[in-house]
């Protein structure tokens, strides 16, 4: 598991990582204090997720004042496997990064369940019901950093050059420190280009 954010200079930053043996609640909640702790007491104000209920319901006792978001391309990827009618999937995209009032938006959303017969789905049910955790309507004004995905930048695409399935857990933990040596570079590269680096006015022009 890695507790990742921005920096201030848009980059990704590795809070922590952890490996656990089993997802469970209990073991979400300790991981979550453990971190809380390692922070000197210091909680987020926002969290993205993939929606897994255990860490969900280990945030909600962990951070209880947290404001917690579903990952977009996690819901993406969903709507894709629970949906399969052509042209859903564009008015579900409106409804969920369409900068709407929330009345405009429960009227789209019901347009949409109405265009597409969507009056008996289980899974159209379950994401109106947590529509506070995902639609911008809803979550606009809470602070996410400008993060939507559990992954910025491809971070896994980055941790891939460093690692792979076929190496041992030992290797891993070295390849894996190489890589957030990687990530601290470019902090330290762009805290010194800020520093004494010559400004460039760029324009659309």
Not at 114 to 119: K, P, S, V
Request: a neutral charge; hydrophobic letters at 40%; glycine letters at 6%.
């Amino acid at each position: 598991m890695i507790f990742s954010g921005v920096n201030n200079h848009n980059q990704t930053v590795i809070f922590a990582t952890a490996l656990v043996s089993d997802e469970t609640e209990q073991k979400y909640v300790l991981l979550l204090e453990q971190f809380v702790d390692a922070m000197k007491g210091k909680a987020p104000v926002s969290v993205t997720t993939d929606g897994d209920l255990a860490m969900k319901n280990a945030i909600k006792s962990a951070f209880p004042y947290v404001h917690h978001r579903l990952c977009v391309w996690h819901l993406i990827c969903n709507a894709n496997s629970n949906v399969h009618i052509l042209g859903f999937m564009k008015s579900f995209k409106k409804c969920m990064l369409g900068d709407f009032e929330v009345g405009k938006f429960e009227n789209l959303w019901d347009e949409m369940v109405n265009e597409f017969g969507l009056h008996e789905s289980r899974w159209i049910a379950d994401m109106h019901n947590k529509r506070h955790m995902w639609a911008t309507s809803y979550i606009k004004g809470s602070f996410f950093a400008g993060i939507s995905t559990t992954s910025r930048e491809g971070f896994h695409s980055h941790l891939g050059k460093f690692v792979s399935s076929k190496i041992g857990l030992f290797e891993f933990v070295e390849q894996f420190q190489r890589c957030l040596t990687y990530f601290r570079y470019r902090k330290f590269k762009a805290d010194f280009d800020s520093d004494y680096g010559n400004v460039v006015p760029q324009t659309s022009l």
